[in-house]
C-alpha cells in the first residue's frame, strides 16, 4: 500500500510542476533584442541623413558664393545694376553658362532692383545659385548701399522638381 501512494505522489507532483518557462525566457530575450536591435537602426538611419547634410550642405554654400560673385561682376565691373538703366535685361558669362539678367517691376517692389539665377552643372550635379539684388537710393536719387542676397541650392532652384534629397540651401550676404 505504500508503494501506491508514493505512485501517486510522484506522479501528481509531476504533473502540478509548472512547465513553459524556457518558452517564457525566449520570447522575453527575443523581445529585448529586438527592441536594442530597434533603437541602434533608428540611431543609424538618422546619422545617415546627417551624414547626407553634411554631404550637401558645401555644395549649396559654393554655388551660393559663386552667384555672390556673379553679381559683384554685373554690378561692379559691368555696371549693370547702374540706376541709369534700370529696366535693361542683360546677358552674363557666369561659370560656363550664359545668365540673363532680368530687370524687375519696380512697381510692384521699389527696392529690389535685380534677381536672377545661375545655373551650374547639369543632370543630377545640378546646382543653382538665385540672386537678389536690391538698392538702397538717397534723397537725390543716387544709390547709397547696394544689397546682394545669394541663395545657394544643392539642386535645380525651387520650386523646380528635385533630383536629390534633401533639398539644402545656404545663402549669403554682401552689403556694399
Known amino acids: 500500500m505504500f508503494g501506491i501512494f508514493h505512485y501517486y505522489k510522484k506522479t501528481k507532483s509531476a504533473r502540478m510542476t509548472p512547465r513553459g518557462f524556457m518558452m517564457m525566457y525566449t520570447v522575453l530575450f527575443i523581445s529585448v ?9 533608428d540611431i543609424a538611419l538618422r ?22 560673385e556673379c553679381a559683384f561682376f554685373a554690378d561692379l565691373q559691368n555696371g549693370y545694376f547702374g540706376t541709369s538703366t534700370p529696366n535693361t535685361t542683360y546677358t552674363q558669362l557666369c ?8 530687370p524687375v517691376n519696380r512697381a510692384t517692389n ?14 543630377i550635379d ?12 538717397d534723397a537725390l536719387g ?6 546682394v542676397d ?6 535645380d532652384c525651387p520650386p ?14 554682401a552689403v556694399y
Do not use: H
Open 142 to 147: 543716387n544709390v547709397a548701399t547696394t544689397t
Open 126 to 137: 545640378l546646382s543653382c545659385a538665385k540672386v537678389i539684388v536690391t538698392k538702397q537710393l
Open 47 to 68: 546619422e545617415l541623413a546627417i551624414t547626407s547634410v553634411t554631404k550637401e550642405s558645401p555644395r549649396a554654400l559654393y554655388v551660393a558664393d559663386a552667384g555672390l
Open 160 to 173: 523646380a522638381a528635385q533630383s536629390r534629397y534633401p533639398l539644402i540651401e545656404r545663402g549669403l550676404t
Open 95 to 102: 561659370g560656363a553658362n550664359d545668365v540673363t539678367i532680368a
Open 110 to 123: 521699389p527696392i529690389v532692383w535685380q534677381t536672377f539665377m545661375v545655373k551650374f552643372g547639369s543632370g
Open 33 to 41: 533584442v529586438l527592441t536594442i536591435s530597434m533603437g541602434i537602426l
Open 150 to 155: 545669394s541663395y545657394g541650392y544643392n539642386t
